[in-house]
């Protein structure tokens, strides 16, 4: 596989839903909020200055069957999203995360779908 695209033709922003990315190479990309959560590349997150990584862990618990008490946490909501700099987007969660700022590069990396996923594999 070539070098995947990494700019953005259009990007679909709804902050209840998640993004949609459309890449100049016209693979398109959808993002679901708590996999971008999840994704979030903040030093914090990802543990960068050597403490341990806080990832999130939203995907997983919306998946889960065993989820009897969905009230204990409450539904993550995109609260902002702005761009920075013409190469990134900063994004502020309910949950009152905002330290993440998304690359494109990041975010193709990321693509959730199932070509993108076989080739990580
Ligand atoms: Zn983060
Ligand atoms: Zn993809």
Same mark, same amino acid.
């Given at each position: 596989m070539s070098n995947p695209s990494t700019e953005p033709e259009h990007i679909a922003i709804s902050k209840s839903k998640g993004i949609k990315i459309d890449w100049t190479d016209s693979h398109r990309s959808e993002y679901s909020l708590a996999l971008l959560r999840d994704e979030c590349p903040c030093a914090t997150c990802t543990g960068a200055?050597?403490?341990a990584p806080q990832k999130s862990n939203y995907a997983a618990e919306q998946a889960s069957?065993? !989820?009897?008490?969905?009230?204990?946490k409450p539904t993550l909501r995109m609260n902002d999203v702005e761009a920075v700099g013409g190469y990134a987007i900063r994004m502020s969660w309910s949950?009152?995360? !905002?330290t993440g700022i998304y690359s494109f590069d990041h975010l193709r990396r990321i693509c959730p779908c199932e070509a993108c996923r076989a080739v990580r594999e």
């Open positions: 200055h050597g403490t069957p065993q !989820n009897l008490f969905p009230m204990y949950d009152g995360h !905002n």
